[in-house]
């Protein structure tokens, strides 16, 4: 059974920084690629960034520029770092683990619990 754990999120005002974590088993990080989701009270859950298993990443444009993905294989963990927080990246944060390099929440087959992001203007 793969688990997904997320830790991180939390209230920051805007302009503030969050780091988001993602813990799993050692088979599962270095067997898929980890990726980050979001999705807003009546919006579809959208992608934020992912990491492939050599360190790779790509981001969407929301987060290109202020956002930092890396792994640390020792702690079998990923980590998003944000900066730079705005109000309208006010949502819940899923860490989700797929076979390939997708960035729709439909390739991805595992998930963890989601964590809440709140910026306050």
């Known amino acids: 059974q793969v688990q997904l754990v997320e830790s991180g999120g939390g209230l920051v005002q805007a302009g503030g920084s969050l780091r988001l974590s993602c813990s799993t088993s050692?088979?599962?990080?270095?067997?898929?690629?980890m990726a980050w989701f979001r999705q807003a009270p009546g919006q579809e859950r959208e992608f934020v960034a992912r990491?492939?298993?050599?360190?790779?990443?790509l981001f969407a444009n929301s987060a290109k520029g202020r956002s930092t993905l890396s792994r640390d294989n020792a702690k079998n963990t990923v980590f998003l770092q944000m900066n730079k927080l705005k109000p309208e990246d006010t949502a819940v944060y899923y860490c989700?683990?797929?076979?390939?390099?997708?960035?729709?929440?439909?390739?991805?087959?595992?998930w963890g619990q989601g964590t809440q992001v709140t910026v306050s203007s």
């Open positions: 990491v492939n298993l050599v360190g790779g990443t």
């Open positions: 989700a683990a797929g076979p390939s390099p997708a960035t729709i929440s439909g390739g991805f087959v595992h």
């Open positions: 050692e088979r599962t990080a270095n067997t898929y690629y």
